[in-house]
């Protein structure tokens, strides 16, 4: 079974830009979460979908979103890129039943602003 | 916003030895859940725990869910190289859907 895939694994882009990273869940899996991994801050939640609707969403600015597609694979788009922006960044995908929040990452796509 | 504060920070151990960390927070929590992350890779599922008082294990390894839904631990008995990693705490408020908050991780060091 394939796990949670994101692309593309490294990204080098100057400040100003816009970026946006792909995520294919686990087959099946209709919940897609986004996490910013930094040394600083740790594991933030970005957001979250399901069924193409966003359910949830984090502390960030609104450079930050995301959607989802009837497939459930997931999009997530900076724009204006700062060097703060630089980070891991993680998507994760989960079976959405009762009480099951053990969610699968993918291996991250690591985003540096220059 | 919530916090989760994960101790230790780091630990440094023989092999063999046993290995604990835990998480506290002042809020009430339906789910803990515990992961491992691999240097280059996103974290691992280990274990997943949904009610208070819950004990459960997998192979080597071992956690509970606080009574007070507050706190959480995960003991590692007999350490090997392998273990060797950062150890993440995370947990999902009621209502809160998908969003898992994290503590900053105990980095684990594994002396052969």
């Known amino acids: 079974k394939a796990g949670v895939t994101q692309t593309p694994r490294y990204l080098i882009k100057t400040r100003g830009q816009q970026v946006t990273l792909s995520c294919s869940p686990i087959s099946g899996h209709r919940s897609v979460s986004w996490y910013q991994q930094t040394p600083g801050q740790g594991l933030q939640f970005l957001f979250e979908?399901?069924?193409?609707?966003?359910?949830n969403k984090g502390n960030f600015p609104g450079r930050f979103s995301g959607r989802q597609f009837s497939n459930s694979r997931s999009e997530m788009n900076v724009s204006t890129l700062e060097l703060g922006d630089s980070a891991l960044y993680l998507c994760?995908?989960?079976?959405?039943?009762?009480?099951?929040?053990?969610?699968?990452f993918g291996s991250g796509t690591r985003l540096t602003v220059v | 916003g919530q916090q989760l504060n994960q101790s230790p920070q780091s630990m440094f151990i023989q092999e063999g030895e046993d290995v604990s960390m835990n998480c506290t927070s002042s809020?009430?929590?339906?789910?803990w859940l515990w992961y491992k992350q691999d240097p280059g890779e996103g974290p691992v599922l280990l274990i997943a725990?949904?009610?208070?008082?819950e004990l459960t294990s997998n192979g080597r390894l071992t956690a509970q869910f606080g009574i007070t839904r507050k706190d959480s631990f995960l003991n590692i008995s007999a350490s090997i190289p392998s273990d060797v990693g950062i150890y993440f705490c995370a947990g999902q408020l009621q209502n809160q859907g998908g969003k898992l908050i994290f503590g900053q991780g105990t980095e684990l060091s594994v002396k052969p």
């Open positions: 994760a995908s989960r079976v959405t039943v009762p009480n099951n929040y053990g969610y699968t």
């Open positions: 809020s009430i929590f339906n789910t």
């Open positions: 979908y399901f069924s193409e609707t966003q359910r």
């Open positions: 725990l949904y009610k208070a008082g």
